[in-house]
């Protein structure tokens, strides 16, 4: 016997394609927990990186994630660098990514959103990339004793990562 109720098909998402011939065409984002001294305790750092480039065009850290933190950064970061409708911001599907905040604030901005396939880590590889890169470093701490920690250590690698790396 089979299954008599009717049943949804399972939806199939597309794999995200992104590309980009010039910066600030596609940025990609993304939160990565930071180890405190306190066990159990995290700090979050918010990333957005240019695609083309690889330059690290906003961050924050923060105590906790927050759809209303995310959508400050790219107020801010928008902001800064000028940028005009067209741009797209892929990200996976976190909470703060998924936001009807963020949503409505890149709208009005005139940036288009993608996302990561549900339950498909490796659908953003240059942010994950890029943590690696970070906490990876010979001298990253490994636990930060408090946010004004991380942010010093943090300015100092994106310095680094934007003007010497290559």
């Known amino acids: 016997t089979k299954e008599r109720r009717n049943q949804r098909h399972p939806h199939t998402y597309a794999k995200p394609v992104l590309t980009a011939t010039a910066p600030n065409q596609v940025w990609t984002w993304d939160i990565t927990k930071l180890a405190t001294l ?45 940028i005009e409708p067209g741009l797209r911001v892929h990200s996976d599907r976190g909470a703060a990514m998924k936001s009807d905040t963020l949503a409505l604030l890149l709208a009005t901005l005139g940036v288009d959103q993608s996302f990561s396939r549900p339950r498909v880590s490796n659908d953003n590889p240059f942010q994950e990339s890029h943590f690696k890169t970070m906490k990876y470093q010979p001298d990253y701490p490994g636990r930060f004793g408090t946010v004004d920690h991380a942010r010093a250590w943090l300015q100092e690698f994106f310095q680094w990562h934007n003007n010497d790396h290559h």
């Open 38 to 82: 306190q066990k159990g305790v995290f700090l979050h750092a918010y990333v957005i990186i240019d695609l083309f480039s690889r330059y690290v065009v906003g961050w924050m850290v923060a105590v906790k994630e927050c759809k209303h933190l995310a959508a400050q950064l790219f107020a801010e970061t928008v902001a800064r660098h000028g």
